[in-house]
């Protein structure tokens, strides 16, 4: 039996509103874990991702507290998105996101956990510093359709765009316009980095987790996947903050063609932001 859940449960606006996408939710077939070192921290963590529930959309345990991957724990933080729940974080999660929005595991429990037990803190482990080794885990474990309790499947719902909505900040912008799909279009200009771990920042950063490019020599860890890998990283940085968008199950990235030039996660983030104030505002 076909539930179509969460139609009341989604408000819409004027400019924004959710519509079927013809697709039923999915989780995951089986639990996958993986673990490995984080970049900010340097730390070692330990996720498992394991199946849950159609309409209870995608949150993290971190000691049994949970933390939905939802907008409204979404906070400010340097290079990279993190959650915060009753002064609980979990770091760096667009990557680990993307590849779920992406891949259409719509409904799913996220354990996480810190080799040392001690913090509040914990953050996503980065790997190669791309989503490879989320997306091959999730495509060899594989999907299958999600229920509810009662036991029905239930509709996958999207946001669609209906008048242009836009943020900005100095001559950085991201411009959301309707469209029949969802198309993205980036524009980049990167700053330096090496200041950002003189700061102490990305204590976990290496040539093996990150795409680093010097003024005279130009990339000095050749060879990149794509010509334009940091265009394209941008990108999966987007969908996953994108994905904060997501309720109850439905898909994150709203159906629109978005125009993006000079974003990180501090403008992706506001933009999600606004568009679901903009929901409840409006209504
Ligand atoms: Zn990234």
């Known amino acids: ?155 996958k719902m999207a946001p669609y765009v209906n008048q242009p909505v836009h943020v900005w900040r100095n001559d950085c912008y991201l411009v959301a316009f309707p469209a029949s799909a969802v198309r993205i279009t980036y524009g980049i200009d990167f700053p330096q980095v090496e200041q950002m771990q003189n700061m102490g920042l990305i204590k976990g950063g290496s040539i093996e987790n990150a795409l680093v490019c010097s003024v005279s020599k130009g990339w000095i860890n050749p060879p990149l996947r794509f010509h334009d890998e940091p265009c394209r990283h941008k990108v999966l940085d987007f969908i996953g903050d994108l994905s904060l968008f997501a309720q109850l199950g439905s898909q994150g990235i709203p159906v629109a063609h978005i125009v993006a030039y000079k974003g990180g996660h501090a403008m992706h983030t506001n933009f999600v932001r606004h568009l679901s104030e903009n929901i409840r505002v409006e209504k």
């Open 1 to 155: 039996m076909l539930i179509p859940t969460a139609v009341n449960a989604l408000k819409s606006s004027r400019s924004i509103s959710w519509s079927p996408t013809g697709r039923l939710q999915q989780t995951l077939a089986g639990c996958l874990e993986l673990s490995g070192i984080s970049l900010h921290s340097g730390k070692v963590s330990k996720v498992k991702l394991c199946p849950e529930f159609a309409g209870r959309g995608r949150y993290f345990d971190f000691k049994s507290n949970f933390i939905p991957a939802s907008i409204d724990y979404a906070e400010e933080s340097p290079l990279c998105t993190t959650l915060c729940k009753d002064g609980f974080k979990i770091r760096t999660v667009e990557h680990l996101l993307s590849a779920m929005e992406a891949m259409g595991v719509d409904n799913c429990r996220i354990e996480i956990a810190n080799e040392d037990d001690e913090d509040s803190e914990v953050e996503v482990p980065i790997f190669d510093g791309s989503a490879g080794k989320w997306v091959d885990a999730i495509g060899e474990i594989g999907l299958k359709l999600a229920i509810d309790q009662c036991g029905n499947c239930c509709e």
